[in-house]
Structures are given as C-alpha cells and as structure tokens.
C-alpha cells in the first residue's frame, strides 16, 4: 500500500496498535542496545582512540546487527529460521536507525562522547524507544506492517 493509499480513517488513537507498536520497539530497543551499548563499553575499556564519531557509526551498525540477530530468534519460536532471518532483515531499518541515532546523540550531547555512565544509560533507552515509537504506530495502522 502506497502512502496515498493510507485509509482517510486513519488515526493516532488505537491502545491495542500503541501497545503492539510499544512491544515491537522494546524487542528492537533490546537488540539495538546489546550491540550499541557494548561496542561503546568496549572502546570505553580498551582505550583505542578512534574518534566518537566512528565509535558511534560502528555502534550503530553493530546495535542494528544485533537487533536482527535477537528478532531471528524471536521469530525462529514461530516460523523456520530461515523465514525468520528473512522478516528479521526486512524490518524497518528506518525504525532501527533513528533509535540508534537518537541514543547516541542523547550519550553524545551528555557525556561529550562515546562514553557509557550509569545515569546516561536509562537516557538513551527513553530516547531511543521514543525516538521510532510513533514511525512503528503509523507503520502497523496505517500499512498493517508488522513482523509478529
């Protein structure tokens, strides 16, 4: 369905599409965290002096990696693993990179670089599950998208 195609009885007023928009952010917020938070945590500990700006971009591909990986093994419980990869991959790489994106300016603007604290953490996690939370409302009611 086209975006002209979106139903005139469209509306931002539906529990039942918040809650499964909200379910499906969460499980991408856990996949995009592990992968983010540790290739930070791991430049953090080891002390390499790479600029934040490639510690950011690496983390951001490596949180996306990571968020496929953990979505293939939701999946996997209710579809081959293969079909589950597939979905898995095909998910809206939109959604995962302005999460990304919005975590890691939040860790950015805090802590003047690619620096994990225990009181940014809880920062980047509101941003980035608020930050694609209403992309995947409109993406499940307006396009019936949806990879559960």
């Not at 379910?23 to 790479?50: E, H, M, P, R, Y």
């Amino acid at each position: 369905m086209a975006i002209a195609e979106i139903s005139p009885d469209f509306h931002w007023k539906c529990n039942h599409t918040w809650r499964r928009a909200s379910v499906n952010t969460l499980w991408c917020l856990a996949g995009c965290s592990i992968g983010d938070f540790g290739t930070i945590f791991f430049f953090q500990l080891t002390g390499i002096g790479w600029s934040t700006l490639a510690i950011m971009m690496l983390a951001i591909v490596n949180g996306i990696l990571t968020s496929i990986a953990l979505e293939t093994v939701v999946l996997s419980r209710q579809m081959p693993l293969a079909n589950a990869f597939r979905t898995a991959v095909g998910m809206s790489l939109i959604s995962m990179v302005a999460m990304e994106v919005a975590m890691n300016i939040v860790d950015v603007l805090l802590t003047g670089g690619a620096m994990l604290n225990w009181w940014v953490i809880p920062m980047m996690l509101v941003a980035g599950f608020l930050t694609p939370l209403p992309y995947n409302y409109w993406r499940l009611k307006a396009l019936g998208k949806t990879c559960h």
